[in-house]
């Protein structure tokens, strides 16, 4: 019975964790070390209308992620801040 919940009822919920997007991760590791964090995104004038975010945490400019969409923008810079976070 202990296997069967730890491989069928444990893996779902850490493959649902996996699953969760950048912002969401990014905002509860940020929220656990008690730091201010806050998006900054603004749209090309280009033709190609893709959007720019900086990440700021603690002030400071962490991280940057472009894309297609504002969302798009900010869960690519909310990705590079986990990725130096982890390192």
């Known amino acids: 019975a ?4 730890h491989d069928h009822v444990i893996g779902c919920v850490e493959a649902m964790e996996l699953l969760k997007d950048n912002k969401s991760r990014l905002q509860e590791i ?3 070390e008690e730091k201010e964090f806050c998006y900054k995104t603004e749209g090309s004038t280009e033709k190609n209308g893709e959007f720019l975010c900086s990440l700021f945490i603690e002030g400071e400019e962490y991280a940057s992620g472009k894309g297609h969409s504002k969302k ?3 869960q690519m810079a909310a990705g590079v801040a ?6």
């Open 2 to 5: 202990k296997k069967f919940i």
């Open 30 to 32: 940020l929220q656990k």
């Open 72 to 74: 798009e923008a900010e």
């Open 82 to 87: 986990i990725s130096r976070l982890s390192n």
